[in-house]
Antibody, heavy 121, light 108 residues
Framework: EVQLVESGGGLVQPGRSLRLSCAAS????????MHWVRQAPGKGLEWVSG????????GYADSVKGRFTISRDNAKNSLYLQMNSLRPEDTALYFC??????????????WGQGTLVTVSS | EIVMTQSPANLSVSPGERATLSCRAS??????LAWYQQNPGQAPRLLIY???SRATGIPARFSGSGSGTEFTLTISSLQSEDFAVYYC??????????FGQGTKLEIK
């Protein structure tokens, strides 16, 4: 059974940093691209960042480019999102999502339950 | 960036009836369009990929159609568990992948 479990969320002040993790199991992690998608309270889904199977291809939404860094450790079956210079508008539930292919151009077949990030003073 | 626009924002339908949800892309995404269902407090669930292919375990009452810029999700006979929010997503061009703003399907 595919499982994606996010962690690392919490309350943080504007301008500070936070690192999210996603622990994957139930599939061959290094065969697939992985993504982060967020959902602000009461709002829709916003794609944040994605990374190919080997980390060779990475993309970011303009809203987080230069502040967030996605990475993965295939030996640990884990996906990460380093979030720096956090802003109140980054407040959201952050989902980890598995793509159906190894690189870009694929939809997401499994999602975690999310970890909540709240940016407030 | 490809902008995805869903309509209507809210849709009220009676159980047993048909629901038709629309999604429009600001430029062609070929058939690289997925639909997701999200219930309150839950993660999104994949329903349709490739515009018209049902994901594993999705009932046959869900169907998708369209290509290019115009897409439709049809639920043929609404069950109680189908009342949720539905999102379309293009995965033809990235970054970024983009989602529609969602259609909330409510019980009439």
């Amino acid at each position: 059974e595919v499982q994606l479990v996010e962690s690392g969320g919490g309350l943080v002040q504007p301008g500070r940093s936070l690192r999210l993790s996603c622990a994957a199991s139930g599939f061959t992690f290094d065969d697939y691209a992985m993504h982060w998608v967020r959902q602000a309270p009461g709002k829709g889904l916003e794609w944040v960042s994605g990374i190919s199977w080997n980390g060779g291809t990475i993309g970011y939404a303009d809203s987080v480019k230069g502040r967030f860094t996605i990475s993965r450790d295939n030996a640990k079956n884990s996906l990460y999102l380093q979030m720096n210079s956090l802003r109140p508008e980054d407040t959201a539930l952050y989902f980890c999502a598995k793509a159906v292919g190894a690189t870009t151009g694929y939809y997401f077949d499994y999602w975690g339950q999310g970890t909540l990030v709240t940016v407030s003073s | 960036e490809i902008v995805m626009t869903q309509s209507p924002a809210n849709l009220s339908v009676s159980p047993g009836e048909r629901a038709t949800l629309s999604c429009r892309a600001s430029q062609s995404v070929s058939s690289n369009l997925a639909w997701y269902q999200q219930n309150p407090g839950q993660a999104p669930r994949l329903l349709i990929y490739g515009s018209s292919s049902r994901a594993t375990g999705i009932p046959a009452r869900f169907s998708g159609s369209g290509s290019g810029t115009e897409f439709t999700l049809t639920i043929s006979s609404l069950q109680s568990e189908d009342f949720a929010v539905y999102y379309c997503q293009q995965y033809n061009n990235w970054p970024p992948y983009t989602f529609g703003q969602g259609t909330k399907l409510e019980i009439k």
